[in-house]
């Protein structure tokens, strides 16, 4: 095994998205269990959501997961410790208690980064995938066994896989799907104003350079966790501001920025809601800013006449150049709402049928 590093990339492996790569597994996951199966590998830049679409996999299949960060442990951390057994005068290897029992209930072992592990604990890792065993240890029935890593292209530490363990993998390369991420972030209260210059701007949900010497960068990881700092903005918005540059990088966090400031130049979402006077935006950035904040008012604010000034607003741009915005607020809201199991609140309204009377091609 060559300890040197190599550009072994995956650069030519099929590409797929996280939604396509979990309904791969959930047909899979009995094959993937037997001793002589394929383990599945992801390959993919950094913040992409390799680690998160395992984490959700194994949720959605009720299965145990065991997340092994490879970098991290010495050879001897997998194969465990030696001792003597007094009656037959040998040494065993006492496995590590973080690996599974042989009576757990499925699960899956995940072994993330393993490419950026040194040579000498690929080497441990090797039998495990292979076999399924390390030593005296058998990885249990019903246990998958899934890899990711980074690409050598990205810059980040990789090794070359032994080709006997990178042949026991089928390997995928995972890819951003902007309207995929979008459906996830509205059922996992992202918030609103991040959805809503995402899908002004979404060549800035994924924005990574290998060749760059930047730290902070846009992706799916980076965006999800501005989204957590959101309370800090109306708490204090000069130290928000910080936080966000220090999470995305220079360029996304200032374009976010001057997008967020056009919430002082807009209608109060309250007010639309509640068929208060109010001037539609003219700017289509700004439109999407105000987008932003109707939909979080919306998911709180959702009794019928609220519906209705909603669908009063979005009737506004119909017969205008920006009429195509008109299609993009009711997507948004329905994708909003249905996150939350509300969807049928719209779609069960009078002025949702008779919007979709008028636009119904446009919105298919």
């Given at each position: 095994?060559?300890?040197?590093?190599?550009?072994?990339?995956?650069?030519?492996?099929?590409q797929?998205?996280?939604s396509?790569?979990?309904?791969?597994?959930h047909?899979?996951?009995?094959?993937?269990?037997?001793?002589?199966?394929?383990?599945?590998?992801?390959?993919?830049?950094?913040?992409?959501?390799?680690s998160?679409?395992?984490?959700?996999?194994?949720?959605?299949?009720?299965?145990?997961?065991?997340?092994?960060?490879?970098?991290?442990?010495?050879?001897?951390?997998?194969?465990?410790?030696?001792?003597?057994?007094?009656?037959?005068?040998?040494?065993?290897?006492?496995?590590?208690?973080?690996?599974?029992?042989e009576?757990?209930?499925?699960?899956?072992?995940?072994?993330?980064?393993?490419?950026?592990?040194?040579?000498?604990?690929?080497?441990?890792?090797?039998?495990?995938?292979?076999?399924?065993?390390?030593?005296?240890?058998?990885l249990?029935?019903?246990?998958?066994?899934?890899?990711?890593?980074?690409?050598?292209?990205?810059?980040?530490v990789?090794?070359?896989?032994?080709?006997?363990?990178?042949?026991?993998?089928?390997?995928?390369?995972?890819?951003?799907?902007?309207?995929?991420?979008?459906?996830?972030?509205w059922?996992?209260?992202?918030?609103?104003?991040?959805?809503?210059?995402?899908?002004?701007?979404?060549?800035?949900?994924?924005?990574?350079?290998?060749?760059?010497?930047?730290?902070?960068?846009?992706?799916?990881?980076?965006?999800?966790?501005?989204?957590?700092?959101?309370?800090?903005?109306?708490?204090?918005?000069?130290?928000?501001?910080?936080?966000?540059?220090?999470?995305?990088?220079?360029?996304?966090?200032?374009?976010?920025?001057?997008?967020?400031?056009?919430?002082?130049?807009?209608?109060?979402?309250?007010?639309?809601?509640?068929?208060?006077?109010?001037?539609?935006?003219?700017?289509?950035?700004?439109?999407?800013?105000?987008?932003?904040?109707?939909?979080?008012?919306?998911?709180?604010?959702?009794e019928?006449?609220?519906?209705?000034?909603?669908?009063?607003?979005?009737?506004?741009?119909?017969?205008?150049?920006?009429?195509?915005?008109?299609?993009?607020?009711?997507?948004?809201?329905?994708?909003?709402?249905?996150?939350?199991?509300?969807?049928?609140?719209?779609?069960?309204?009078?002025?949702?049928?008779?919007?979709?009377?008028?636009?119904?091609?446009?919105?298919?």
């Amino acid at each position: 095994m060559s300890s040197s590093r190599e550009n072994f990339a995956g650069t030519n492996f099929p590409q797929a998205t996280i939604s396509q790569v979990k309904r791969m597994l959930h047909v899979l996951v009995n094959d993937l269990s037997l001793a002589e199966s394929q383990g599945i590998f992801l390959w993919g830049p950094p913040g992409i959501g390799k680690s998160s679409l395992v984490k959700q996999f194994a949720k959605e299949k009720g299965m145990k997961l065991v997340d092994l960060r490879l970098p991290l442990m010495d050879p001897v951390d997998l194969r465990g410790l030696p001792m003597v057994d007094k009656e037959t005068r040998k040494a065993v290897w006492l496995p590590p208690d973080f690996l599974p029992d042989e009576d757990e209930e499925p699960g899956v072992l995940f072994l993330d980064e393993i490419n950026a592990a040194p040579p000498s604990v690929q080497a441990s890792a090797y039998q495990l995938v292979l076999d399924r065993r390390i030593g005296n240890y058998k990885l249990p029935e019903g246990w998958i066994v899934i890899a990711a890593g980074n690409r050598t292209t990205d810059r980040s530490v990789a090794y070359r896989l032994p080709t006997a363990l990178s042949n026991r993998f089928t390997h995928f390369e995972i890819k951003v799907d902007v309207e995929e991420w979008i459906r996830w972030a509205w059922e996992n209260s992202i918030d609103p104003y991040v959805i809503s210059f995402i899908r002004f701007t979404p060549d800035l949900l994924m924005k990574f350079n290998p060749s760059s010497n930047e730290t902070a960068f846009p992706t799916p990881r980076s965006w999800e966790f501005v989204s957590r700092l959101q309370p800090l903005r109306d708490e204090d918005f000069a130290l928000y501001i910080k936080a966000v540059k220090g999470t995305i990088g220079d360029v996304a966090s200032q374009q976010f920025i001057v997008f967020l400031n056009y919430r002082d130049t807009l209608p109060d979402p309250k007010d639309i809601l509640e068929g208060e006077p109010y001037e539609i935006p003219r700017q289509i950035d700004a439109q999407f800013a105000l987008m932003g904040g109707l939909i979080m008012e919306l998911l709180s604010r959702h009794e019928e006449k609220h519906i209705d000034n909603f669908f009063a607003y979005v009737a506004q741009y119909e017969q205008t150049p920006y009429a195509d915005h008109a299609i993009v607020l009711v997507r948004e809201a329905l994708q909003a709402l249905g996150g939350k199991g509300l969807r049928e609140l719209i779609t069960n309204a009078r002025v949702f049928r008779s919007w979709m009377s008028r636009n119904k091609k446009a919105l298919l």
